[in-house]
């Protein structure tokens, strides 16, 4: 079997940390990742299946633990050694083709009875990471005994998988895992009828979450950041009513909103910088999740408002006062499970988003293929995606599969 593998190595990770803050991407060169060939694991349990990748994406929390930035809140809920990936469409032993619902909850544990939120179908917030018959890990991808989307193979529980429909292209297959955690933002926001709504930024993450607004929910008005022209265009065609630069959000909400706004003192601002509004924005989604993008949506929310942060957060310094005097609700989006629909409906998270790509064509997204033997460029890739022209970078495996090269 081949694989891509990270190890728990304190002075690799600190050079990877070295290497990504000079140039993102550029921890694969130096960090605790490699490109290992062994022998092909033991399912975990009696039930787990043998999943082969077909393609397996990599998304911004891959990224981050590659360029030693992920938090160390998640020290205790991985086991290393382990194979990243969790965006990923593959085969079953039979040949059929599933997309992996990478979450480890109770029921892939084997623990029962299951916790509160597992019972409930909100299995992203399963209080078990860390029990059951498999080692530490919040999904595949970051967990030790079952393997990960890097890699000619990994197992799977069988309530981690759904069946992909004929018609469905691979590139479309793998755009399902990102596009549930887009449609829980979308959804987690609680967005009023006929509100208006901000996205700050426009990579992959906000490009599904705009769809999914534009698809479930009825905004009066969604508007987006965007640094590139290329993530400009596409959020303009995915939903966007406006799609701005991250510097001109304030105006653009300000002008959306009939509110007005409240600018520096002259001699600390003298060209009258918008520093924050007295109205703004019914939901803020932040899909960055920086100390700037934060600051950025406390200041453009309205009183009452909400801000849903999707992008994740490592460690960041925030001014807190407007959460505080204008009452905001700030609360995470993290990943699925089931949703609540406008109309009572208890819904899948999966089966809705197997329903926004197939109608928004998100397949598009899916902008490059990588090997696993070229995985340092693809990082590198995918680290400058925006500035390339780019959202979805995924490795192929599929040329792997079919050589049977273990």
Same mark, same amino acid.
Request: a negative charge.
């Given at each position: 079997?081949?694989?891509?593998r ?9 050079a990877a940390k070295?290497a ?7 921890g694969?060169?130096?960090?605790p990742i490699?490109?290992i /060939?062994e022998?092909?694991?033991?399912a ?6 043998r ?7 990599i ?5 981050a ?7 160390? %809140? ?10 990243p990936?969790?965006?990923v469409?593959g085969?079953l032993d039979?040949d059929?083709r599933?997309?992996l619902?990478?979450?480890?909850s109770?029921t892939?544990r084997n ?6 939120p597992c ?23 970051s967990?030790h005994?079952?393997?990960?989307g890097?890699?000619t193979?990994? %197992?799977?529980?069988p309530?981690?998988?759904h ?10 297959a793998?755009?399902v895992e ?5 449609v ?5 926001a ?6 208006v709504?901000v996205?700050l930024g426009?990579?992959?993450?906000g490009q599904v979450?705009i769809?999914a607004l534009r698809?479930l ?5 969604i @508007?987006?950041?965007?640094? %590139?022209?290329?993530?400009k265009?596409?959020?303009?065609e995915l939903?966007?009513? @406006?799609?701005v630069?991250?510097?001109?959000i304030?105006r653009a909400?300000?002008?959306a909103c009939?509110?007005?706004a ?12 918008v520093?924050?509004?007295t109205?703004g924005?019914?939901?803020? @989604? ?5 100390s700037?993008?934060i600051?950025?949506?406390l ?22 006062t ?6 905001l /609700?700030l @609360? ?8 609540k629909l ?5 819904v899948n998270?999966?089966d809705?988003?197997f329903?926004l790509?197939?109608?928004a ?5 899916v902008s490059?293929? %990588?090997s696993?033997?070229?995985y /340092?460029?693809a990082?590198?890739h995918?680290?400058n995606a925006g500035?390339r ?6 490795f192929?495996?599929r040329?792997e599969r079919?050589?049977?090269?273990k």
């Open positions: 079997m081949k694989a891509l990270f190890k728990r190595n304190l002075p690799r990770y600190a070295i990504g803050n000079i140039k993102p991407g550029s694969a060169s130096f960090g490699d490109l /060939q022998e092909s694991p033991e975990p349990g009696e039930e787990w299946v999943v082969r990748p077909r393609l397996s994406g998304c911004g929390s891959d990224l633990t590659v360029d030693g930035k992920s938090a160390r %809140y998640f020290e205790p809920l991985v086991s290393f050694p382990f194979t990936g969790h965006e469409v085969n039979d059929s599933v997309v619902e990478p979450v480890l109770c892939s623990i029962s009875p299951t916790c509160n019972s409930q179908g909100k299995i992203g917030n399963c209080e078990n990471v860390t029990l059951g018959e498999i080692s530490p890990g919040i999904q595949t991808g967990c005994d079952t393997g990960g890097w890699a193979e990994f %197992y799977a529980h309530s981690q998988l069946s992909v429909p004929d018609e469905f292209s691979d590139e479309a793998v755009m990102p596009t549930a955690c887009g829980h933002a979308a959804l987690a609680e967005l009023p009828n006929e509100g709504v996205i426009s990579g992959t993450l979450t769809s698809h929910t009825n905004p009066k008005t @508007i987006s950041t965007a640094r %590139y022209p290329e993530q265009r596409l959020a303009a939903g966007s009513d @406006i799609v630069s991250p510097d001109e304030h909400v300000r002008r009939g509110t007005r409240i600018t520096n003192v002259p001699e600390k601002s003298p060209d009258g910088r520093d924050r509004l109205g924005a019914d939901v803020v @989604i932040d899909c960055v999740g920086t700037k993008s600051s950025d949506a200041s453009i929310t309205k009183p009452k408002g909400k801000i849903v942060l999707v992008g994740m957060p490592s460690i960041v310094e925030v001014e807190l407007p959460l505080w005097h204008r009452e /609700q @609360i995470g989006a993290y990943t699925y499970g089931t949703e406008t109309s009572g409906d208890v998270t999966f809705l988003a329903e790509v197939k109608n064509k998100l397949e598009k997204l490059a293929c %990588y696993l033997n070229n /340092q460029e990082l590198k995918a680290a500035a022209g780019s959202f979805k970078i995924v192929d495996l040329d079919e050589r049977n090269i």
